[in-house]
Each structure stands twice: as C-alpha cells, then as structure tokens.
C-alpha cells in the first residue's frame, strides 16, 4: 500500500474531547454540548468543534461561549480539576464571502493550542491528535474513482466512520461538580454510514447510518474513511459531522477543514 502520511492504523477515537461549558457564578454545573477532536500538523496542535456548538448557546456569541468551553487534556477523564484542562487562548473562523450574509462563516471553529500546563500535557495532546492531510482534495478525488461512483449511484457508498459522544444512547454524563468529586462520566460511541452526494459543494452525506438513538451530541464529530487491508484497518479523516437526522448526516468536508490552516498561515 502506497505510504500517506495522515493514515492511522486503528480508529484514533482518543483524539475526541466532549465540548464542556461552564458558566460564570455555576462552576459547579457544567454541562456538555457538542463534540470537538484534537488534530495536528507537524507538530501544531489544535482542537476543532462544529460553530453552531456554540454560538447557539444561550444567545451568546461565539466568542463569549468560547470563553466558557472547558475541554480535558486527558481521555476520558473522569475527576476533573482546574489544571486537567487545555488552556485556549485563540479561536480562528472560516469566512466565504461567495456565501449568503447569514451563511458566511462556515460551521466550524478551530482553536490553536499553543500553551500548556507542562510538558506532560503537550506530549499528551501530540499523541491524542489525529494528523491533518497536506490539503483536502484526496476526499474529492476519492469521489471520482469510478468503483465509488458506481457504488454512490447504486446506493451502496463507500463506508464512514464517525465517533463522538452523543447526548442520549450512552452513559455520558456530567455530574454537579460541588456535591460529586468533579466527576464526568464519558462515554463514547462510533457509527457507520454510507457515502452519497450532498446538495451542498461543502458537504458530503452518510446515509442507512447504524447509529440507533438521537444524533444530538455527535455534532463536531470527526468522520473518517476506512481502508481494510493484509495489515489491518486504516482511518484517514474525511470531515466533521455537523447535521444529522433521520438515519442520515451530514459532514463538512476535509477541504473545508484545511482551508482554515491556510487562510490562517
């Protein structure tokens, strides 16, 4: 098999994080909303969610909700104290003028990491982070190989992977901090779902999903390609959940993704 650099052997689901929240004067209430990963490239790492995450929170702007997004630098950490978490101190929006005013910014946030409470930490990050692709076409030019599109035209697309931590389906849970030993219960879950074409240029659409419950939560969710071969399964990341609903979703492409590191650079 031809060496790609951003290809993972195994489901990297350790570079996901629960979007935790909260609010001044409630510390000891969090809540979750939405689902973010680590990524990285070289070695810049930075966590990406899905913007309507936050900025339909309590009527705030997305940077007001920003400042109250707490996210842990350990894998499902569950007693959490104030030093678990990543420090954020810059948030990076996509913006595409050719779009209608209120569709202008893309729906995804991306977070540079660029400080951490000690060396540990970083190290720690580095290995949770999936890798970022040089560029986003390999998905598109994916899509043109003629076995998948006669697959998409047959309803029976190349299969995704998604993996995040959904509201309702698992035993994820926030406790209230004061009264339960700062403790977070996280659960992940994983999905599969079958490659189509979107209405949207930015998108791509899973259908026949296997995910059985309500869809809330996996918003912000990676979503991956799987490759199976002699040397097991192999994952390169495709996009980033960000609708879903009656046994389909909906996912920012890759191209999308990296578009934000090179505005950014």
Same mark, same amino acid.
């Given at each position: 098999m031809t060496k790609i650099s951003f290809l993972h052997t195994g489901l990297?689901?350790?570079?996901?994080?629960?979007?935790?929240?909260?609010?001044?004067?409630?510390?000891?209430?969090?809540?979750?909303r939405g689902t973010g990963f680590f990524a990285k490239r070289g070695r810049d790492l930075y966590y990406i969610t899905a913007k309507h995450c936050l900025e339909k929170h309590n009527k705030l702007s997305v940077s007001e909700a920003a400042a109250r997004l707490?996210?842990?630098?350990?894998?499902?950490?569950?007693?959490?104290r104030a030093n678990d978490y990543v420090l954020i101190d810059e948030m990076i929006l996509l913006k595409n003028e050719s779009l209608p005013e209120d569709e202008k910014i893309a729906d995804i946030v991306v977070f540079p990491i660029t400080s951490f409470k000690n060396e540990k930490?970083?190290? %720690? =990050?580095?290995s949770r982070a999936i890798k970022l692709p040089p560029t986003g076409d390999w998905v598109d030019e994916f899509v043109k190989i003629p076995?998948?599109?006669?697959?998409?035209a047959s309803e029976n697309g190349a299969p995704f992977t998604c993996v995040g931590y959904p509201a309702s389906g698992t035993g994820t849970d926030v406790l209230g901090f004061k009264d339960n030993n700062d403790t977070v219960t996280l659960q992940a879950a994983k999905f599969t779902g079958y490659l189509t074409i979107s209405s949207d240029e930015y998108k791509f659409k899973l259908k026949n999903i296997s995910?059985?419950?309500d869809l809330d939560g996996?918003?912000?969710?990676?979503?991956?390609?799987?490759?199976?071969?002699?040397?097991?399964?192999?994952?390169?990341?495709?996009? %980033? =959940?960000?609708t879903g609903g009656a046994k389909q979703t909906h996912f920012l492409k890759i191209n999308v993704i990296t578009q934000v590191f090179s505005n950014h650079s």
């Open positions: 990297p689901k350790e570079c996901i994080a629960a979007n935790i929240f909260v609010e001044p004067n409630f510390e000891d209430h969090p809540y979750i707490r996210v842990v630098a350990e894998f499902n950490k569950r007693n959490i930490q970083r190290k %720690m =990050l580095l076995l998948v599109q006669s697959n998409i995910w059985a419950h996996f918003s912000g969710s990676p979503v991956f390609l799987c490759h199976k071969n002699e040397h097991g399964q192999h994952y390169a990341l495709a996009g %980033m =959940l960000v």
